[in-house]
Structure formats: structure tokens, C-alpha cells
């Protein structure tokens, strides 16, 4: 058959676009042989494989805001290929695992096989419109072998992922050059701006499995730390340890064992035993998980910021773990001591102290008291653990102890601080010496003073009466005078 011009040209066209567009894209899934970084111990799924591959061409049309807006015949934007895959997970810690079915919902960012993933919410994403990319998941391939009608899967896959594209990162494939694609994937489109023109849909159910918090630190010295709250909305979930020992109360006295079942809602305690690799515990369960919930890249490939964002194609059985990282703290003891010394030791009242040990970061203090009347000797009055090795510990006396019957000459404090060793005991000690109290000397007596006045002799005289009856006359002759004078008047 003779090739007309027209034809001539548009093949020509179509193979120049494909060779500008050529260039691997951000998105492109990883074809190699990946990365083989060890998961974390909440890793839920690793990208194993890449099925399917293929291409599409087009740009992003980024003025395309609303999810309505029909499929465009055109680009305005420079087009480039974009290839295509069904991204496939399993779950790291399987011995037998499943395949896990995912979409790329994230076209500016790559992956490859070999990095992990945890399953996260549509908010966590943050992706548009994953609503409509849910329809799309459950009403084509793989979940509908059949849908669209293409020839392979390879071309299903391509076609899928570009109408799922054109939802979430509005990239568009030309009708020009690309009519079975772009017809495909613009079919694809219209049916599920259709199907949700009523409206949005809820994310579908994500199963959910928390320890709070999911980091601690636990000192060398076996002290209990905690409480982990266990949460989510998982019935329960299997117990795994590495490195620690873990309890269902403060006191470290019941022992979870491992492999033991633990419901949401419980509180866990933990204790260091060994220094192992990723110390800390998992819980673990599996569920039937539903098509339209996300994965997101859990950080657990060094080097690795960030990873595409994938989108679970279809239903499937996936590990939900959670994982608490537990440090040891390389810690020691601190004790300190009273010492009661002197004549008077054993007569003195409550001595109390407070021993403090602060690296900076963390600071560890405790207050104790010496009972009053403690003989002559030494007794340790606090002892307090989990002390940072390297931190500054001291002693400070609150109450010295002294009374009516103990006076308090002295108290030193030896050393004066000390500093804290891992896995040993440091001390210093406060000593009171108490002596009987100075007795008060009896002051001598003032004598009384000597009388000059000769002493009576011979009978006392009896009182004399004379003067005031002498007194007491003469008052009542003046007062009848008096009244003689008044009547004489009275008559004239």
C-alpha cells in the first residue's frame, strides 16, 4: 500500500512525540533490581514487583480543578511518556506472602522495588478525588478483568492508571497520535464522573492498629517504664518482643509472654533485658483490607525521603502491625547516706535530704528522712536508679536533726557531687555530729539589805484615839452654829 503524505506526516509526528517524551518520568516505577533494605518492624508491605508495563504520553493540565470537568481531546502543556505498571507489595515478614495489587496516585514522585510501605488514611495523603479513583478501582482491572476492553493487560493497566492520573494529578493523554488511549481512558472517566455526579464518597474502611507512644527510652538498671496505650480498631493483635520484657502493670510483676493476644484499650509496661538490634515490641494482626485504601512510604529505606504514594488496586489480605522503638539508656544508681556522729548521736530528731542527678536532659530526684532518734552510724536514706550515666548527682540536707537534747556542731557532705556510672552504684554521704547542749550556771542570790532602825523593846503602846475625836467635835460645833444662824435670820 502506497503511504499518502497525510499518513506519512502523523506517523512521523506520533514518533517524534514519543521520542521527546522518552525521558524517564519521576513516576516511573523502578524496572531494576531495586533496593534490598531490611523493613522496619512496622513495615506492612514492600514493593516486590513491576507487572504489566507500558506508557502513556501526555501533560498535566493543571487549570483542570473540577473533578466534573469532561476528559480534554488536547494538551496545552509539554507532553513526555510516563510509564506505566501494576506496583506489587507483599508483606516482608511472610514466609508465604500474597500478592498486593496497588495504583500510582502520586504522578511527581518515584519508586522501586524494594521500599516500604504502611498502610495510612486519604487525609495522610493528601491526594484529590480519590473518591472517583475508588470507583475506578472497583469497577475495572483488575477487580473487572474485563474492563476497559483492550487486547492485554498491560493496555488495561496503562488505561486505568491514566484515568486514575487525570483525577489526581490532572495529567491528560492527546486524542491526537493516541486515539485507543485516550478513548479508553476518556470512556473510563465519563463513567465515573457519572457514577459520582451526586456527590462525594467516604473513604472506604481502614482497620487501625496504635501504641502511644511508639518511642521511649529504658535505662540499663531494669527500672519499668511505661504506660503504652494500645488502640485502634482491630479486635486484637499478636505480641512480639525484641529485647525487652513486657508487663501488664507499673510494678513489672505480670509478664505478657510473647505471642500473646492484646486487645485495644490495654496499657503496657516495659523493661529492658538485652541490647539487641531494633529493640522494642509489635504488635501485629491481619485483615481483609478494601480496595481504595492508600499506602504510604514508612521511611524505612536509608537515604529514601520520600516514596510514590500508591492506592490498592483491589481487595486484599495485608498485615496491620504497630511497632514501639525502645532505647536503652545507659544508667546507674545513686545512693545517699547519713552518717550520725557525736556525744549526743542517737538524741537528735528527723535529719531529711533530697539526692538529685541532672545530665542535662533528664533530671532524677528523690527525698528521704532518717528517723529521729537513729543511734550513732551510717544509713542509706535514698537510693535512686535510673540515672543517666554521666549525669551530676548531689545531696542537699532539708532537716539537720537538731533539738533541746542534740546540738549540731558540724555537717559535711562527702564528696560534694559525684558523677553517675552505668550499671554501678555511686554515693555521698551527709554527716551530722551532735554534742549534749552547754548546762546554764545556777546564778548566785541577791542578798537582801540590812534595816538601820533600832528594834522595838519593852510593850507595844495601844493606839491613841485623842486627835480624831477632838477632829469630829469641832466639825459638829461649827455645823450647829451654822443652823443657829440660818433660824435667827429666818425670824427677822
Request: hydrophobic content about 40%.
Amino acid at each position: 500500500m502506497r503511504t499518502t503524505p497525510t499518513v506519512l506526516a502523523a506517523t512521523l509526528l506520533t514518533a517524534f512525540l514519543v521520542g521527546i517524551g522518552a525521558a524517564p518520568a519521576l513516576a516511573e516505577p523502578g524496572t531494576g533490581p531495586g533496593v534490598s533494605d531490611p523493613p522496619r518492624a512496622s513495615t506492612e508491605a514492600t514493593v516486590v514487583a513491576m507487572r504489566h508495563q507500558g506508557g502513556l504520553f501526555g501533560a498535566q493540565e493543571t487549570a483542570i480543578t473540577d473533578p466534573q470537568t469532561p476528559y480534554p481531546a488536547t494538551i496545552t502543556g509539554t507532553g513526555r511518556t510516563f510509564s506505566t505498571a501494576q506496583i506489587v507489595l507483599n508483606d516482608p515478614s511472610s514466609s508465604s506472602p500474597g500478592d498486593i495489587l496497588t495504583y500510582c496516585i502520586d504522578l511527581a514522585t518515584e519508586t522501586e522495588i524494594g521500599v516500604h510501605y504502611e498502610l495510612g488514611d486519604w487525609s495522610s495523603a493528601n491526594v484529590p478525588n480519590l473518591d472517583y479513583v475508588t470507583y475506578i478501582l472497583n469497577n475495572y482491572y483488575p477487580v473487572v478483568p474485563g474492563a476497559p476492553a483492550l487486547s492485554t493487560d498491560a493496555e488495561k493497566v496503562a488505561a486505568v492508571q491514566g484515568a486514575i492520573w487525570y483525577f489526581t494529578d490532572q495529567f491528560v493523554v492527546p486524542r491526537f497520535g493516541y486515539l485507543a488511549q485516550h478513548d479508553a481512558i476518556a470512556a473510563i472517566v465519563a463513567a465515573t464522573q457519572a457514577a459520582l455526579s451526586g456527590g462525594a464518597t467516604p473513604a472506604p474502611p481502614l482497620p487501625t492498629l496504635t501504641i502511644t507512644p511508639d518511642t521511649a527510652t529504658a535505662p540499663t538498671t531494669g527500672d519499668v517504664v511505661g504506660p503504652f496505650a494500645i488502640g485502634g480498631s482491630v479486635s486484637s493483635s499478636t505480641l512480639s518482643t525484641r529485647g525487652i520484657d513486657v508487663f501488664s502493670d507499673a510494678a513489672g510483676t505480670e509478664s505478657v509472654p510473647e505471642g500473646a493476644w492484646v486487645p485495644p484499650g490495654s496499657s503496657l509496661w516495659v523493661r529492658y533485658a538485652s541490647t539487641v538490634a531494633d529493640e522494642g515490641f509489635t504488635l501485629e494482626t491481619s485483615q481483609t483490607v478494601e480496595a481504595g485504601n492508600v499506602f504510604l512510604y514508612d521511611g524505612g529505606n536509608p537515604g529514601r525521603a520520600s516514596a510514590q504514594k500508591l492506592i490498592l488496586a483491589a481487595q486484599a489480605t495485608i498485615p496491620i502491625r504497630a511497632s514501639a522503638a525502645i532505647t536503652p539508656m545507659a544508667a546507674g544508681w545513686f545512693a545517699a547516706d547519713v552518717t550520725v556522729a557525736g556525744v549526743a548521736a542517737g538524741l537528735q530528731g528527723a535529719i531529711s535530704v533530697t539526692a538529685r542527678c541532672d545530665d542535662g536532659t533528664t533530671v532524677v530526684e528523690s527525698s528521704g528522712t532518717l528517723a529521729a532518734g537513729t543511734p550513732a552510724g551510717t544509713t542509706r536514706v535514698v537510693t535512686l536508679s535510673a540515672v543517666p550515666a554521666g549525669a551530676t548527682c548531689t545531696v542537699t540536707q532539708t532537716a539537720d536533726g537538731h533539738t533541746a537534747g542534740a546540738v549540731l556542731t558540724s555537717t559535711t557532705t562527702v564528696p560534694a557531687s559525684v558523677v553517675a556510672v552505668a550499671n554501678s552504684t555511686v554515693s555521698a554521704t551527709v554527716t551530722d555530729t551532735f554534742a549534749h547542749p552547754t548546762p546554764t550556771p545556777t546564778p548566785t542570790p541577791t542578798p537582801s539589805p540590812t534595816s538601820t532602825r533600832l528594834p522595838d523593846t519593852g510593850a507595844s503602846a495601844p493606839p491613841s484615839w485623842g486627835m480624831p475625836a477632838a477632829l469630829l467635835t469641832a466639825g459638829l460645833a461649827v455645823m450647829v452654829l451654822d443652823h443657829v444662824r440660818r433660824r435667827s435670820r429666818a425670824s427677822r
